[in-house]
Each structure stands twice: as C-alpha cells, then as structure tokens.
C-alpha cells in the first residue's frame, strides 16, 4: 500500500461550494476529496481519445485497466480532503517583543483537526501568543465523571489576571511545530475567502442580462506572509491518495505530474476559477499508532493519580483496561441498522474493522466489553449535498457528522495487539460511508488530548 502526497498550489480563486442558499454560494474552507477525485477522473477521461506527446493515458483511461483499479472497484483509491498549509507563525526576528508578531507562512507539517473536546477561552481564543491558549478536556472530563465530581474547565491565565475566565469549544486546522527550538508548538491553519460578484450576459445581445446578479464566494489563491501585506505568496493544500497497488500508484502520480497545470477543481472553472498546479510524489505509509496509544494511556495514567485527591473512585477505570479515541479529521456518513447516526458504536467499529464475527460470537454483555467498550463520545451533525459533474446532477442531502468529532473506547490488555493491527489499516481507509471522497478520515489518539490547563499556560 503506497500513500501519495499532493501539493495543490492555487493560481486563481477556487470556488468550492458548500452549499447554495439563494443568489449566495458559500465556500468551503478546505479542498473535499470529492472534487480532487473528481478533476482527476475528468482530466483522465478527456486525454483518453487524444494524443498528447510525453502523456501516457492509455492504461489509465481503459475502463477494463488501471481506471477501473482506481475508481469503479469496490475497493477504490481514497481521496483524502485538502487542508490548507498555510500557518501562522511568531516572527523569530521579533520574539523579543512584548507580543510578538505574526506571519503567515506555508509549513510541510501535518495539518490535522483540533478534537471536539478542545476549548480556549472566550474573551481571547486562540494559540500563543494571540490568545490565551488552547487545551483539551477529553481524560480530565472522563476522570472526573469516574469520581462523580462535576468538570467545570476554566481558562487559567484569565483567572490571574482577574478577567472572564469563561471557555468555549474551539476548532480550527493546526499542525504541531516539528522544530524543537521555539517554545510556540502548534499553529493555527486558515485560508482567506472574498466574495465575486458577476452579472449574467444576454447571449443574442452580448450584453448584461437584466435582474442576473450573482456572488460566489471564493477561497483567495494567495496570502501576506508579512502583517503589513507585504511578499504575496500563492496558497498551497496538502491532501493525501490511498493506493493499495504499488505499480497503479506509480501510474498515477507519473500522470498527475506530466499534468501537474492541467487541473481544474470546483465551480465557475469557465469562468477562469480553479486553476490550480498539483505536485505529487509517493511515501511510503509510516504507522506510529501502537506508540500514540502507548502515550495517551500513560497520560491518561497520570491525570487519574492527580483525580486521586478527592477519594477513592467506585471503580479503578485503569483496571486491565486500554484505552484509544477516534478522532474524525473529515466529516463522516455514518449508518447503523440502515439508520443515520452520529455515534461509532462498538458494533459499528468492530464491522469497519472486520471483527464483527468475533464480536458477535461472544455470548455475555461482559465478554464484548471486555473486547471493545464505547467509553464516551463527543459529536455534533451537518447536512451535505453538493454536485455530481460526471452523472450533472445534484447529490443526494446527507446526514453528517462534523470533523472533530471524538470517540473514546476501551479494551481488555489481553486484545491489545489484535486492535493494533486493525487500527493501523482502519487509519488508512476511514469510517462510514464514500470514505473515497474524502469522508470519514480517522486518526487513532490524536497527540492533542494530552495537551492539559496547566500545560498550555507553561506553553508547553
């Protein structure tokens, strides 16, 4: 199984819809992997009759060869969503300041989703410096409701210095600094929009078309890397394709480079919208999983010592107990008994990773808990529709859980490598439904649950 890297530079805006209330179109703030596959598979099929010098197309747009491999099988290649690479980062020649500046600058880092259990505070959100911090309440929530203690998380800087120290949930695209000198560790992601407003043209008079006045709200190709809006920069996504055949993803990424200026992805593209330049190159597929598990147990560990203060719990939770979370990092179509939910159950976790059987043969409550046990989740739900350019039209409104979302399991020690394994492939391939398209992206113990009140305020 090989995992490409893209590298999607915009050259002009992109109008990724949302949604479409009214004459208003809302831009997305990331690139779905619905709308790379589908400018992939487009641009594969339009080279298929022709002829073009250095372009091999042959294998590729053959409904009976790799085509077919890539995205007609039950098993498709998995196109992931594009976050934006763009960060921002403290001014490492103004660091000395009271409050440092910020730039904004493109990282190679990982860009992930911060968990639905993260906070930061009300009055001034945000990582250091802008704000006051951001930290996660998912162990210290499930610790506290182990000893029956009511959880009231606060915002610590704010209490010093005698302000609002009231925090709200607080999402947003980040990536964890890899350079170890700076003390600033994550970063926040975002990309910018602005609103196109156009006028419909009458084509027998060549003329402005009278009551057609239309916005769309676009993503904008480029960034100020300085405060001042000085040194403009193109805007860069990373997205990631899952191919399980070696020689198909080689195919793919010598095809996506040879035409690396010839994609077009979202709407208005005749309109001079979505030009973008992809870069692809091949890594190989590195699994930290059984490590991340390791760490979180062990902070998990640590904070039920701390929770020890206030008595003795009705029952040790650590007691041959492992623990793991999922963390959406794309929104998900989950179903269970041909019903939509917002919630993986244990049921559902052990069918996505082909342990269903094993499941179901055991005869006892106990027996499956000790197997694998929903501890708690935290998620909330959209709606979702967008367009199907290859069939022209609209898709099916479907019932979404939102990115971020976070489920904690546990399992008895003696499963423990059964589950490793099987989380490792579950990490590639997603939850849900149309995880092809970019749906139902997991990561197994997102490294931000260890972030805690006190950590963000030593800046940790």
Request: charged share 25%; glycine share 6%; hydrophobic share 35%.
């Amino acid at each position: 199984m090989k995992q490409i890297k893209l590298k999607i530079t915009a050259l002009s805006p992109l109008a990724i819809a949302a949604k479409k209330p009214g004459s208003v179109s809302e831009a997305e703030d990331h690139i779905p992997g619905s709308v790379i596959r589908g400018a992939i598979a487009s641009h594969i099929l339009q080279l298929s009759n022709q002829k073009i010098p250095g372009v091999a197309t042959e294998n590729l747009a053959s409904n009976g060869g790799e085509f077919a491999k890539l995205f007609l099988i039950d098993e498709p290649a998995i196109f992931q969503n594009a976050y934006p690479a763009v960060a921002k980062l403290v001014d490492e020649y103004n660091q000395n300041k009271r409050k440092p500046d910020l730039i904004s600058q493109v990282v190679e880092d990982t860009v992930m989703v911060l968990p639905a259990t993260a906070v930061s505070s009300k009055t001034n959100s945000g990582f250091k410096p802008e704000g006051n911090g951001v930290f996660d309440t998912l162990i210290d929530r499930f610790c506290a409701e182990a000893y029956n203690y009511p959880f009231d998380p606060s915002d610590p800087k704010s209490l010093q210095e005698k302000t609002d120290a009231r925090v709200e949930p607080y999402s947003c695209f980040y990536s964890k600094n890899s350079d170890t000198k700076t003390q600033y560790k994550y970063r926040k992601h975002g990309v910018s929009t602005r609103f196109l407003t156009r006028v419909g043209i009458n084509r027998k008079l060549a003329t402005s078309e009278d009551d057609i006045l239309y916005s769309i709200e676009v993503l904008n190709e480029s960034f100020a890397s300085h405060p001042q809006g000085q040194n403009w920069q193109p805007v860069v996504f990373h997205s990631f394709i899952i191919v399980k055949d070696d020689s198909l993803a080689e195919s793919l990424v010598n095809f996506i480079n040879q035409n690396y200026q010839r994609f077009r992805l979202g709407g208005a593209t005749s309109r001079g919208l979505g030009k973008v330049e992809i870069k692809a190159n091949i890594e190989d597929v590195l699994s930290n999983i059984e490590a991340r598990i390791k760490k979180f147990n062990q902070k998990l560990q640590e904070r039920w010592q701390l929770w020890s203060v206030f008595g003795e719990a009705e029952k040790n939770i650590l007691d041959s107990r492992i623990y793991f979370t999922l963390d959406l990092q794309a929104d998900a179509i989950l179903s269970e008994n041909w019903l939509r939910t917002t919630v993986i159950s244990a049921n559902m976790l052990c069918a996505y990773v082909g342990l269903s059987e094993t499941f179901n043969k055991l005869d006892s409550r106990e027996k499956k808990d000790d197997f694998l046990r929903l501890e708690v989740a935290y998620s909330s739900y959209n709606y979702r529709s967008g367009w199907n350019s290859a069939w022209g039209l609209m898709k099916d409104v479907e019932l979404v859980t939102n990115r971020g979302g976070v489920y904690l399991f546990s399992i008895n020690e003696q499963y423990e490598e059964i589950w490793i394994k099987k989380l490792q492939q579950l990490e590639l391939q997603g939850v849900g439904e149309r995880t092809s398209e970019g749906f139902g992206q997991v990561q197994i113990c997102n490294e931000f649950h260890g972030v805690f009140r006190e950590s963000i305020v030593n800046n940790e």
